[in-house]
Nanobody, 119 residues
Framework: QAHLVESGGGLVQPGESLKLSCAAH????????MAWYRQGPGKQRELVAR???????AIADSVKGRFTISRDNFRTMVYLQMTNLEPGDTGVYYC?????????????WGQGTQVTVSS
């Protein structure tokens, strides 16, 4: 049982910034990897950024240097700070919680928030 709620999406012009938030209502938040995925129009869903329980991050090459993922384990929040946005960043952004242990796997998704970058 988990409920992930994204917010912060919107319409921005190229070069502008946007910060997405994910409120994770779930048990054992601090034991899960958290990630942001996105799906652009006519494209497959792709991993944007991931952060593990200790704060180690992995960023997709396409957004490296522009996007930053962070988490607050006390407030069970995940953030995606996006800077210097490009039209190619347009899409629905999804928050994901994942945990794999021996004999068990959790995989939870939010409903998504729309990001549109257009001039």
């Amino acid at each position: 049982q988990a409920h992930l709620v994204e917010s912060g999406g919107g319409l921005v012009q190229p070069g502008e910034s946007l910060k997405l938030s994910c409120a994770a209502h779930m048990s054992f938040f601090g034991l899960h990897d958290m990630a942001w995925y996105r799906q652009g129009p006519g494209k497959q869903r792709e991993l944007v950024a991931r952060i593990d329980p200790a704060g180690a991050t992995a960023i997709a090459d396409s957004v490296k240097g522009r996007f930053t993922i962070s988490r607050d384990n006390f407030r069970t929040m995940v953030y995606l700070q996006m800077t210097n946005l490009e039209p190619g960043d347009t899409g629905v952004y999804y928050c994901n919680a994942h945990r794999t242990t021996r004999g068990n796997e959790d995989d939870y998704w939010g409903q998504g928030t729309q990001v549109t970058v257009s001039s």
